[in-house]
C-alpha cells in the first residue's frame, strides 16, 4: 500500500486493461480495439498490424504530450478520454508541421548538388518530348484551334483551355509508355506543328505538340527540379520525425507491459 502510495503508476502496471503508458497518457485495451476496429482489423487475426498500431499509440500519446502545455500528471490519463481520435489525428499533425515537417527546406543549391550526383539514374530510353492540352469537349477543341491557327503560342492556349495540371509544360515520355492510341500519331507528327485533336475517350480531346524526338533523354534540372526537391524534403522531413520520436521517448520514456498485449508482439523491420 505504501509502495502504491509513492507510485500512483503502480496500480496501472497491474491493471490488465493497460498497455502501456507514456508521458501523460496510458494506452488501454479499448484504444487498441478501437483502433484496429477502425482498421476492420482484430488483434488476433494481424499480430504485425497490430503491432503497427500500438506503436503508434505510443507515439501518438508522445507527441501529444509534448503539445500539452503543463505539468505531468501523477497518474496518467486515459488516451481514450482525451478526446475522439479524429481529433486527436488533428493535433498531431498539426504539431508535426509546428515541431518537425515546418522545420524541412530544401534549397535550390541541394537540389541542383543532387541532379549532378544522380543525373545518370534519371536517363531514359527513346522517346517523345512534347507538350500536351487536354479538351473536355468539342466545342473547346474547336476554340483551341482557332487560338493555335492565329498563331498563340501552344503554352498561352494550354494554359487557358488545358485540363491537364502540366498545362501545356515540357512532358517526357518513352515510347513504350504511350498508350496504343497515341504511338502512331505522336511518331508521325511534325516537330513543331499541333497535331490535330486526338480522342482520348467519349469525353476528353487532346492536342500535342512534339517538341523532338530522342534516343535517350535525360531530363534538364529544371524539368526535374519539384521531384528531386520531393525527395529530398521527404527525406529529410522522415529524419527529423525519427529524431523527434527519439527526443520524446528520452524525455518520457514510455512503458509497454509486454505480458498484457492480447497478441504477440511482433517488430516491424526497416
Not at 29 to 42: E, H, M, P, T
Not at 135 to 147: D, F, H
Request: hydrophobic share 40%.
Amino acid at each position: 500500500f505504501t509502495a502504491c502510495r509513492k507510485d500512483p503508476r503502480s496500480s496501472l502496471r497491474e491493471d490488465p486493461a493497460v498497455l502501456a503508458l507514456a508521458g501523460r497518457f496510458r494506452v488501454e485495451v479499448r484504444d487498441l480495439d478501437g483502433a484496429l476496429a477502425r482498421r476492420q482489423s482484430a488483434a488476433s487475426e494481424n499480430a504485425l498490424l497490430a503491432s503497427r498500431v500500438l506503436d503508434g499509440l505510443v507515439e501518438e500519446a508522445l507527441i501529444l504530450t509534448d503539445a500539452v502545455q503543463g505539468p505531468l500528471p501523477r497518474v496518467p490519463q486515459p488516451l481514450w478520454d482525451f478526446a475522439p481520435p479524429e481529433q486527436r489525428e488533428a493535433a498531431v499533425s498539426m504539431a508535426l508541421r509546428q515541431r518537425v515537417y515546418g522545420k524541412v527546406n530544401v534549397t535550390p543549391g541541394e537540389v541542383a548538388a543532387y541532379y549532378a550526383a544522380h543525373a545518370g539514374e534519371f536517363e531514359k530510353g527513346r522517346g517523345v518530348l512534347l507538350r500536351e492540352i487536354l479538351l473536355p469537349g468539342e466545342a473547346q477543341v474547336r476554340e483551341a484551334r482557332a487560338l493555335l491557327a492565329r498563331g498563340h503560342s501552344f503554352v498561352d492556349v494550354a494554359r487557358l483551355y488545358s485540363l491537364s495540371p502540366e498545362r501545356g509544360a515540357l512532358q517526357y515520355f518513352e515510347f513504350e509508355e504511350l498508350p496504343d492510341y497515341l504511338q502512331g500519331p505522336l511518331a508521325q507528327a511534325k516537330p513543331g506543328v499541333p497535331t490535330g485533336p486526338i480522342q482520348a475517350s467519349s469525353e476528353y480531346f487532346q492536342i500535342f505538340l512534339v517538341e523532338r524526338r530522342y534516343d535517350s533523354y535525360t531530363p534538364t534540372l529544371d524539368e526535374l527540379a519539384p521531384q528531386i526537391r520531393l525527395t529530398l524534403a521527404d527525406a529529410r522531413g522522415d529524419r527529423l520525425y525519427r529524431e523527434y520520436l527519439a527526443d520524446l521517448r528520452r524525455r518520457f520514456p514510455p512503458e509497454v507491459f509486454w505480458a498484457k498485449l492480447p497478441f504477440a508482439y511482433e517488430k516491424e523491420t526497416p
